[in-house]
């Protein structure tokens, strides 16, 4: 059976500094339509930044969505025409002050391919030398290196939630283990 559905039109909905949203009428595999509510983002990146010591260095920050402040990996999103990987490196020395000797492809996401259509690709940092932080202007956050196998408890007790660091951190755990 052919799965896919074909757009007959599209409609813009919202243009804003990252998102754009639209509306798109599409013919589903039974030959009915349907209406799909699409959210388009540039895409993003997401660093495990591992210290010789088995600590992970992670972000606590502010999420005004959640109206909390959740414990998180360094991450931001891609600048129009930025690759992932010095992506990866400007947000890591950015977020936590570190710049790795190397960087380890952990693969790419779908953090939400119910409706929106970003891609995030994640990184394990190794070999770090400590610079400093300099979030961007409107980005406030602390540092703070917690052991790897305390964060997979925190996931696995449902204490993380953040999902790219879920993916990321156990990414990683699995990977350190080969």
Do not use: W
Not at 12 to 25: A, W
Not at 92 to 98: D, I, N, Q, W, Y
Not at 100 to 124: H, N, Q, V
């Amino acid at each position: 059976m052919d799965l896919t559905e074909n757009t007959l039109e599209s409609k813009l909905e919202y243009q804003g500094h990252i998102v754009t949203v639209r509306t798109d009428r599409v013919t589903l595999p039974n030959g009915g339509t349907a209406t799909r509510e699409v959210v388009s983002h540039p895409g993003g990146v997401a660093v495990v930044p591992l210290m010789e010591d088995g600590t992970v260095l992670m972000v606590r920050q502010y999420r005004y969505a959640f109206s909390q402040v959740l414990l998180e990996i360094p991450a931001g999103k891609l600048n129009p025409g930025e690759e992932p990987l010095p992506a990866a490196m400007r947000e890591l020395e950015e977020e936590a002050g570190v710049v790795p000797e190397e960087l380890i492809d952990l693969g790419a996401i779908y953090p939400s391919p119910g409706f929106c259509d970003e891609t995030l690709y994640l990184y394990l940092a190794k070999g770090l030398t400590r610079t400093f932080c300099h979030p961007d202007d409107d980005e406030f956050l602390e540092v703070e290196a917690i052991p790897l196998d305390a964060l997979i408890g925190q996931i696995m007790r449902n204490e993380l939630s953040d999902a790219k660091s879920v993916a990321a951190l156990l990414k990683t755990h699995l990977f350190l283990k080969e």
